[in-house]
């Protein structure tokens, strides 16, 4: 697709219950990035892969948040056991990189899943 | 822990002035860029600056970098309405192969017209 794509766009879900988060990235894009934003807040990295490996897995919050990313494309992002403290909107961004030391480049970012855990 | 952090928190200013922007950071870094977020929407990037870079230019945008005091600045001249939105600087420090971008808090700016 042209952009980055998230779904689903709203999610509420009662408390304990597991959520899928699905981001669809720029074909091409081999870096892909998971961050959380709550109400009012800056973004909190949460995951970031290069291809489908997982260099840097330091922001998740817990074992109940897991990511995966399969054919160096789609990811979904796995929180089980959801709590009320889950509630934020989950942003996906995918980058081209380039060479290895290059640096991130411009993060292109989808518009977010918001999750609602009552 | 923040890596960058945004200031002022908040800005409001008239149509026509110029709004500035400013971002220090802890760490040494690849690159810097500034990010812009209209209510309920993902960001947008704006402008990057490496490392080696002192200034850059973008249309109504102007980024400095001082990487002696860890500070960046954003400079929106002949603001207007439609620049009302939150701003975000992002660093991309050294960590060797792998690079992820860390995130201030922003900063929202409002433009009256």
């Known amino acids: ?118 | 822990s923040q890596q960058g952090e945004e200031d002022p928190q908040a800005l409001s200013i008239q149509e026509g002035e110029n709004a500035t922007m400013n971002c220090s950071y802890k760490t040494s870094i690849n690159n810097l860029q500034w990010y812009r977020q209209n209510s309920g929407r993902g960001l947008v990037h704006l402008i990057l600056i490496r490392s080696n870079e002192r200034e850059k230019h973008s249309g109504r945008l102007r980024v400095t970098l001082d990487t002696s005091k860890k500070s960046s600045s954003l400079l929106i001249t002949a603001s207007r309405a439609a620049d009302t939105a939150s701003y975000f600087c992002a660093t991309d420090a050294m960590t060797g192969a792998n690079s992820k971008l860390t995130f201030g808090k922003g900063i929202t700016l409002s433009v009256r017209p």
Do not use: M
């Open chain 1, 1 to 118: 697709g042209a952009g980055v794509s998230q779904s689903p766009s709203n999610k509420v879900t009662e408390k304990g219950k597991d959520v899928e988060l699905r981001c669809d990235p720029i074909s091409g894009h081999t870096a892909l990035y998971w961050y959380r934003q709550s109400l009012g807040q800056g973004l909190e990295f949460l995951i970031y892969f290069q291809g489908n490996s997982a260099p840097d897995k330091s922001g998740l919050p817990s074992d109940r948040f897991s990511a995966e990313r399969t054919g160096g494309s789609v990811s979904t992002l796995t929180i089980q056991r959801t709590q009320q403290e889950d509630s934020a909107v989950y942003l996906c961004a995918s980058s081209l990189r380039i060479r290895e030391l290059a640096g991130a480049g411009e993060l292109f970012f989808g518009e977010g899943s918001r999750l609602t855990v009552l």
